[in-house]
């Protein structure tokens, strides 16, 4: 699936129609450039999942756990300053019981997942257009479809 995302509100709004499609055990992997929209779009599907409390890039603490409404936690990694899949394994998340969005997930996840979701966010041009790939890896997200609504 592409999406041409426009500016930061719809970077956001892509991110609550993920929500839509997420349970307990889902990995999402965000690759990007500094500033892509990463952080953006992890508050959009903190949003859709009734998450508590501010979604905002864990860079200093690594990771945070959010409750949510009426489902499972969301964990929000920041792997930028990770240095192997071990240091990942060792902030001890809950995989199976929680939705986890990794930013900056490098070749990390070995043997954490069988199934992901690969959100690849590119700049289109200067401005804040960007162009969203994802994909999904794994038979949990066969046929699954993202739409955006307004």
């Not at 508050?43 to 945070?64: D, K």
Request: charged share 25%; net charge negative.
């Amino acid at each position: 699936m592409e999406f041409r995302i426009q500016d930061p509100d719809h970077m956001h709004l892509l991110g609550l129609a993920i929500a839509k499609v997420l349970r307990a055990g889902d990995l999402l992997l965000l690759n990007g450039p500094l500033g892509a929209g990463k952080t953006t779009l992890t508050r959009g599907i903190g949003e859709g999942l009734g998450a508590q409390g501010t979604v905002q890039s864990p860079t200093f603490v690594l990771a945070r756990t959010h409750r949510t409404a009426v489902g499972p936690k969301l964990v929000h990694v920041d792997a930028y300053r990770l240095n192997s899949a071990v240091e990942l394994d060792d902030l001890d998340i809950d995989f199976a019981n929680s939705i986890v969005v990794v930013e900056w997930a490098r070749d990390y996840i070995d043997g954490i997942a069988e199934n992901w979701l690969q959100v690849d966010i590119n700049r289109e041009s200067e401005d804040e257009s960007r162009l969203v790939k994802i994909s999904g890896v794994g038979q949990r997200w066969e046929g699954v479809e993202i739409a955006i609504s307004n």
